[in-house]
C-alpha cells in the first residue's frame, strides 16, 4: 500500500482523505483512503473520489474478503476503455463467476464496475505499475472534471 500512496501523495493539487479513529468520519470509513483533486484542500461536494483504498469490508460489499488479515482493496475509476483495457472485456451490467477474493489481479469493482471502475486486491507485482498509471490518468479526468464544472457547489441548476 505505501508505495501507491506514495505515488499518489505526488500528485498535484491531491486531497487524500484519510479519517482516523475517533475522527469525525464515520468509523466505518477509519483507516480508507478517498482521493479527489482538490487543490483547495477541501472535500468536493460535486463529486465523489476517483480512487480509494479500503482496508476492510463495507456493508454489501464483501466478495473481496478483505476483512481477512492483511487485505486492503484499490479502487479506481477509470471509465469504459480503461477498463476494457484493464479486465479484458467492457463494463457490463451483469459480472458472474468473478472470484473478488483474487490479488494482484484487475477485477471490475463488485458494486460499481458498470461505472467504469476497477479494483486490485493487494496490488502486486502483476498490477502495481498499471495501476499507478491508471492512477495518474483517473487524477487528470478528476481535475478536468473540477475545472469543467467550476467552483465546488452541490449543484449547477440554480435550484
Given at each position: 500500500?505505501e508505495?501507491?500512496?506514495?505515488?499518489?501523495?505526488?500528485?498535484?493539487?491531491?486531497?487524500?482523505?484519510?479519517?482516523?479513529?475517533?475522527?469525525?468520519?464515520?468509523?466505518?470509513?477509519?483507516?480508507?483512503?478517498?482521493?479527489?483533486?482538490?487543490?483547495?484542500?477541501?472535500?468536493?461536494?460535486?463529486?465523489?473520489?476517483?480512487?480509494?483504498?479500503?482496508?476492510?469490508?463495507?456493508?454489501?460489499?464483501?466478495?473481496?474478503?478483505?476483512?481477512?488479515?492483511?487485505?486492503?482493496?484499490?479502487?479506481?475509476?477509470?471509465?469504459?476503455?480503461?477498463?476494457?483495457?484493464?479486465?479484458?472485456?467492457?463494463?457490463?451490467?451483469?459480472?458472474?463467476?468473478v472470484?473478488?477474493?483474487?490479488?494482484?489481479t484487475?477485477?471490475?469493482?463488485?458494486?460499481?464496475?458498470?461505472?467504469?471502475?476497477?479494483?486490485?486486491?493487494?496490488?502486486?507485482?502483476?498490477?502495481?505499475?498499471?495501476?499507478?498509471?491508471?492512477?495518474?490518468?483517473?487524477?487528470?479526468?478528476?481535475?478536468?472534471?473540477?475545472?469543467?464544472?467550476?467552483?465546488?457547489?452541490?449543484?449547477?441548476?440554480?435550484?
Amino acid at each position: 500500500m505505501e508505495t501507491i500512496l506514495s505515488e499518489v501523495r505526488t500528485f498535484d493539487g491531491l486531497l487524500e482523505l484519510a479519517p482516523l479513529p475517533g475522527s469525525e468520519h464515520p468509523e466505518l470509513s477509519w483507516g480508507d483512503h478517498f482521493f479527489y483533486y482538490a487543490p483547495d484542500g477541501r472535500v468536493p461536494r460535486n463529486r465523489q473520489p476517483y480512487a480509494t483504498i479500503v482496508t476492510k469490508n463495507y456493508p454489501d460489499d464483501t466478495e473481496s474478503r478483505l476483512d481477512d488479515e492483511g487485505r486492503w482493496r484499490l479502487n479506481i475509476h477509470v471509465g469504459a476503455e480503461a477498463f476494457a483495457d484493464l479486465v479484458g472485456h467492457p463494463p457490463t451490467a451483469e459480472e458472474s463467476g468473478v472470484d473478488y477474493s483474487v490479488t494482484d489481479t484487475f477485477l471490475p469493482h463488485p458494486l460499481y464496475g458498470t461505472s467504469g471502475w476497477v479494483c486490485v486486491v493487494n496490488p502486486a507485482g502483476a498490477t502495481t505499475e498499471r495501476a499507478l498509471e491508471a492512477l495518474r490518468v483517473a487524477h487528470a479526468a478528476d481535475r478536468r472534471r473540477a475545472e469543467r464544472r467550476g467552483p465546488d457547489t452541490p449543484s449547477r441548476s440554480g435550484a
